[in-house]
C-alpha cells in the first residue's frame, strides 16, 4: 500500500510541476483581464473540464490517436508554441475586448462566448493539457494496466481541483493591485506566455530534427 501511495504522489508531482497552478494563476488573471468574477469561475471551471477530457482521453490511447493521424510529439510543440506565442504578442501589446455603450442582449451573448473561448485556447490547450502534461499522462497510463490509468486520472483530478481554487480566488489581488496593476501583470504574463511559446516551439524544432535524423540513420 506504501508502494502505490508513493507511485501515487510521484504522478502527481509530475503533474503539479508541469502544469504549476502557482504560475499559472497570473497567467488566467491575465487572460480574464476585466472579467466579473462569475466569468471567471465559469472560464476556470471550462479550461479545466476541457483539460480533464484531454488527459482522459490521451491516457486511455493517446498513442493511437498520435499514430492514427500521423501526428508525433514535436509536431504538437511546434504548433502549441506558436499559438501560445501569438497569445502571449496579443496580450503584450494590451489587446482588450472592445467594448459598446449600450450592447444588446445578444451583444453580450456573443460578448460572453468569445470570453468563454479563452478557456478552450490557450487555457486548456496548451497551457493547461499541453505537450509536456499529455506526455507525462500517456507515459504513466501506459505504464500498466487499469491501475495505472485510475492513478493517472485520479492525480489529474485532484490538480484540477487544485488549481480552480487558485484561479478562482485570484481575482482578490485585484484588491490589492488595482486596474493599473491588472495591466501590468497582463503585459507581463503576455511576455512570459510568448517566450513559453517560443522554448515550446524550440523544443517541437528540436525533436522534430531529432526524428528526421534517425529516420535518415544518421542518429
Known amino acids: 500500500m506504501s508502494a502505490f501511495m508513493g507511485h501515487a504522489v510521484s504522478v502527481f508531482m509530475a503533474f503539479f510541476a508541469i502544469m504549476n497552478p502557482i504560475a499559472n494563476t497570473p497567467v488566467f488573471l491575465g487572460l480574464t483581464a476585466g ?37 508525433t510529439l514535436s509536431a504538437f510543440r511546434i504548433m502549441g508554441g506558436i499559438l501560445v506565442a501569438l497569445v502571449g504578442y496579443q496580450m503584450l501589446h494590451g489587446g482588450e475586448h472592445s467594448s459598446v455603450q ?9 460578448s460572453l462566448d468569445a470570453e468563454l473561448e479563452v478557456a478552450i485556447t490557450p487555457l486548456a ?15 504513466f497510463a501506459s505504464g500498466g ?16 481541483i487544485i488549481t480552480y481554487a487558485f484561479f478562482v480566488s485570484g481575482k482578490r489581488m485585484v484588491k490589492y493591485i488595482g486596474d493599473n496593476g491588472i495591466k501590468v501583470v497582463t503585459r507581463l504574463m503576455g511576455l512570459i506566455l510568448a517566450v513559453i511559446g517560443v522554448q515550446m516551439l524550440i523544443q517541437g524544432v528540436g525533436g522534430a530534427v531529432t526524428e528526421f535524423l534517425k529516420i535518415g540513420g544518421v542518429g
Open 125 to 139: 490547450m496548451p497551457i493547461l493539457a499541453g505537450p509536456g502534461t499529455i506526455a507525462t499522462a500517456m507515459n
Open 102 to 110: 449600450h450592447p444588446s442582449e445578444e451583444d453580450k451573448r456573443k
Open 35 to 71: 472579467n466579473d468574477p462569475a466569468t471567471m469561475r465559469r472560464i476556470a471551471a471550462k479550461a479545466l473540464t476541457i483539460s480533464f477530457v484531454i488527459i482522459v482521453v490521451f491516457s486511455a490511447g493517446g498513442k493511437l490517436i498520435f499514430d492514427l493521424f500521423g501526428i
Open 145 to 160: 494496466g487499469v491501475s495505472e490509468f485510475i492513478v493517472t486520472v485520479g492525480a489529474f483530478v485532484l490538480l484540477c
